[in-house]
C-alpha cells in the first residue's frame, strides 16, 4: 500500500474518531433543569438550558430540576403518579393510637444553587429527594403527630397540622438550599375499630344535640301558649271591670231616677193621678176595691 492510501485512511479514522468524539460530547440541557459541570471530578461551572457540548469521560452534567417534582407518600405506590414515590408513615399519636399518614411534598433547586447543592447534598436530584425530602419529611411528619391526640386529627383542624409541618420543613430545606414549593398532607387514616367508636360518639352527640332542641322547642312552645293565656285571661278581665262599671253605672242613673221620681211625687201629687188616667186609655179590665169581694169586669176602650 502506498504512503498516500495509508495517510488517506489515517486522516479518514481520525476523522470518524473526531465526529464520535463530537456527537458523544454534545447535550441538550432541558428547560427546567440546571447543571453543574464537572471536569475530572471537579466543579468547574454551571451551564443553563439550550444546546451544549462537553469533554467525553472528562467532563460530567450533574442535573437538577428548577421545576416542581413531587414526592408522595401513598398505600399504592405504583399507582401514584408522583415523581418520587414512597411508602405511607406510620406514626403514632400522643394517646397511643397508630395511624398512617398521606401526604405530597413540591420541591425545586434554584439555577444558582447547583453547585452547592453538589457539593453539600447530593450529586443529582434523586440524592437530594434521599437526603433532604424524603430524611427530613417523614422524621417531622412522625414526631408532629405524637404532640396530637387522635381525636383531634380526626376531627380537628388538619390545616392547622399541615401548616405547622410546612413551617419545620420550610426551615430545614432551606437550610440545604432546597425550596419547599408546597406540603400537602393528604390523608391520615385511623384504626377501623377507633373510627367505629368516634362514628357511634359522634351519633350519640347528634341524639344528645336533637334532645335539647327538642326540648328547647318544647319549653318556648310553652312560654307562647302561657303568654297567649295570659293574654287572653287579661282581655277577658278587662272586659268584665268593664261590663261592671256599665252596670254599676247604669244602676246609678236608675237610682237616680227613681229618686227624682219620687221627688216629684211628693211635690207635685197630682202627676201620680195623671199617669193613672192616661193608663186607663189602654185597659181594658179593671178592678175596683172593696171590703167583701173584688169585682172585675171589662170595660170600653176609650176613643179619642
Known sequence: MRTTEKAFWALAVLLCVAVVVFLSG????????????????????TVSPGFTWRW??????RCYSTRAVIYETSDNVEESQADYKDYVVEANTTDGQQIGVKYSISVHIKEGDATYVYTNVGKDMSEVIE??????????VRLTMQEYQADQLYTGDVFEVQSGIEQKLSELFTENHVVL?????????FDADYVQTIEAQQIAKEKIETAQYDAQAAVFSAQQTIELATGTAGAKGEQAKGDAQAAI????????AIALRG??????PQVLQLNFIEMLKFANFMFFPSDTITP???LPPTTK
Do not use: M
Not at 56 to 61: A, E, T
Open 249 to 256: 253605672i247604669n244602676a246609678e242613673a236608675e237610682a237616680k
Open 181 to 189: 414549593n408546597a406540603f400537602v398532607l393528604r390523608k391520615i387514616d
Open 296 to 298: 172585675f169586669f171589662p
Open 131 to 140: 437526603r433532604v425530602v424524603k430524611f427530613y419529611s417523614r422524621s417531622v
Open 263 to 268: 221627688q216629684a211625687l211628693e211635690q207635685f
Open 26 to 45: 454534545i447535550r441538550i440541557v432541558d428547560q427546567g433543569e440546571v447543571c453543574a459541570v464537572t471536569t475530572w471530578g471537579k466543579i468547574t461551572h
Open 56 to 61: 467525553p469521560l472528562v467532563q460530567f452534567y
